[in-house]
C-alpha cells in the first residue's frame, strides 16, 4: 500500500550548482567558496545582510514575476523565521549544498502520480529546463501558469490552488 498517492512539485530547484552540474574547472573554487561561507565568520556576515527587510524584498522582486505581490506582510512572513536562533547555519548549508540526488534521479522512482507546476517567468529556475520533468512516464502532466514567477503558491494562489485542489480530489481515495 503507498502511503503516498500523488506528488505535486511547484518551481522546484534545479540545483545548478550540484556537483553533477559544474564543469571540472568550476568545482573547486565553487567547493571553496562555499567552504568559505559555512566554515567562517563570513557566512554570517553575508547572512545578517541579506536577512533583512530591504534584502529580503529585492530578492523577492526578483523572483516574483509580479512584484506587485510583494508586500511587506510577505516580507515579514519569510524574515520572521530567519531570525530565530540556528537560521544563519539552516540557510547557509542550503545555499552551500552541492551534493546528494538531484530531482531528476529521484522523480523516476516516485510510485505514484506527479504533478509538476512552473511560473514561465522564473528567473531562478527556468522553465526552458524545467520542462523536461515532464518527460518522466509517472508524470501525468507539467501545467506552465503564464506570467507567474518563481514563487506560483504565494504570486498566484488563485491559478495554484485549484490545481492542488483538482488533483487532491482525482487522486484522494476513501
Not at 534545479?14 to 568550476?26: N, V
Not at 567562517?40 to 529580503?56: E, S
Not at 551534493?99 to 514561465?120: N, R, S, T
Not at 520542462?131 to 504565494?154: I, M, S, T, W
Request: aromatic share 10%; net charge negative.
Amino acid at each position: 500500500m503507498n502511503v503516498c498517492r500523488g506528488l505535486l512539485l511547484l518551481n522546484i530547484s534545479l540545483r545548478m550548482l550540484h556537483i553533477k552540474k559544474q564543469s571540472w574547472y568550476t568545482r573547486p573554487f565553487v567547493k571553496s567558496f562555499q567552504g568559505i561561507l559555512r566554515n567562517t565568520d563570513l557566512g554570517k556576515m553575508f547572512y545578517k545582510a541579506v536577512a533583512t527587510p530591504k534584502a529580503v524584498k529585492n530578492i523577492l522582486r526578483q523572483c516574483y514575476y509580479n512584484d506587485s505581490e510583494v508586500t511587506d506582510e510577505l516580507v515579514e512572513k519569510i524574515l520572521l523565521p530567519g531570525l530565530q536562533p540556528g537560521a544563519a547555519d539552516v540557510f547557509l548549508t542550503f545555499i552551500c549544498y552541492s551534493d546528494g540526488p538531484l530531482a531528476e534521479e529521484l522523480i523516476p522512482k516516485v510510485e505514484c502520480p506527479v504533478l509538476v507546476v512552473w511560473g514561465d517567468k522564473d528567473p531562478w529556475e527556468p522553465i526552458e529546463l524545467g520542462r523536461a520533468y515532464g518527460n518522466f512516464k509517472n508524470v501525468e502532466d507539467f501545467v506552465v501558469l503564464p506570467n507567474v514567477g518563481h514563487c506560483p503558491q504565494d504570486e498566484a494562489p488563485h491559478l495554484v490552488n485549484p490545481l492542488v485542489e483538482e488533483f487532491v480530489a482525482r487522486h484522494a481515495t476513501d
